[in-house]
């Protein structure tokens, strides 16, 4: 059974990174076919893709978040992350991590979620 869970701080100040964790279990973050994703979800509003990281590493970002967002991982721990620089306000919302599944094109597998308050 693959498991995905959120880690990180659930209140940034303005202007400065949030550093979010996604510890995968149930599957390498190595294996072929698979994108392990990031997705938010501001209040009252609907999911925004952030971007993603692939099973050789290559990553891929929202042109919208581009400039201030980076995804890495970390194979050893079998965990991927997302930072956000410079975090404003309207960060705020709902952070998740998924697994986006190439050969059925699909979100297989979530986390339940992190709640992430940028306030002063």
């Known amino acids: 059974q693959v498991q995905l869970q959120e880690s990180g701080p659930g209140l940034v100040k303005p202007s400065q990174t949030l550093s979010l964790t996604c510890t995968v279990s149930g599957e390498s973050v190595t294996t072929s076919y698979y994108y392990w994703t990031w997705i938010r979800q501001p209040p009252g509003k609907g999911l925004e893709w952030m971007g993603a990281?692939?099973?050789?590493?290559?990553?891929y970002y929202s042109p919208s978040l581009k400039s201030h967002t980076s995804i890495s991982r970390d194979t050893s721990k079998n965990q991927f992350s997302l930072q956000l620089t410079s975090v404003i306000p309207e960060d705020t919302g709902v952070y998740y991590c998924a697994r986006y599944n190439y050969y059925w094109a699909l979100y297989d597998y979530w986390g339940q979620g992190t709640q992430v308050t940028v306030s002063s």
């Open positions: 990281i692939g099973s050789d590493g290559s990553t």
